[in-house]
């Protein structure tokens, strides 16, 4: 678990500069993200998801050298642009059951990323009660799920992201979150 900050947010359609990322290991991993619907302190696995208001994507990037070179992976994970998140955020009730749901990463329109939500290694609920469990959550919070394979660092050699790129990441239910690379 690890945070991102706010300045890395940006929207649809919004470029993720590589210019942020002074080594040049830019790297995506697609993420379903939920988003937190009321005040929450200390809830039960069992109870967790009612917490949650909706579901929206996140293309968690990452600036490899960064994280490795720092240990720990805010400064990795933090430079502006470096958190597409979007399209939109849709409730709970309409998609109840996102473990049915896929998530898919395209660079250029290759397929990199390919997953169910069911195999997240950390499941909503369990993310939920941990983080709760020490912290309180409020509404508004948006939890990123983790990644799957696929991700430019696990190619030999590493596939990172380079100028003219796009990025789609897509969840079903939910849409794609577009973005140009500059």
Request: charged letters at 20%; one cysteine or more; aromatic letters at 6%.
């Amino acid at each position: 678990i690890f945070t991102k900050a706010t300045t890395s947010l940006i929207g649809p359609d919004d470029p993720i500069v590589l210019a942020n990322d002074p080594r040049g290991t830019t790297d995506y991993e697609g993420e379903l993200a939920l988003v937190v619907g009321r005040a929450t302190r200390n809830v039960s696995e069992m109870d967790a998801v009612n917490c949650v208001f909706g579901w929206t994507i996140i293309n968690d990037v990452t600036a490899r050298d960064l994280q490795k070179r720092h240990v720990q992976w805010f400064v990795g994970k933090s430079p502006d642009t470096f958190c597409p998140m979007g399209p939109w955020i849709v409730t709970r009730d309409e998609l109840p059951d996102i473990e049915q749901s896929w998530l898919r990463t395209h660079v250029n329109g290759e397929l990199r990323q390919e997953t169910p939500i069911s195999a997240l290694i950390f499941g909503v609920s369990n993310l939920i009660a941990t983080l709760s469990e020490v912290m309180t959550l409020e509404p508004g919070d948006v939890i990123a799920t983790g990644t799957g394979a696929g991700v430019g660092i696990g190619f030999d050699p590493p596939r990172y992201l380079q100028t003219g790129d796009v990025v789609e990441v897509s969840i079903d239910g939910i849409g794609t979150l577009r973005n140009p690379v500059m």
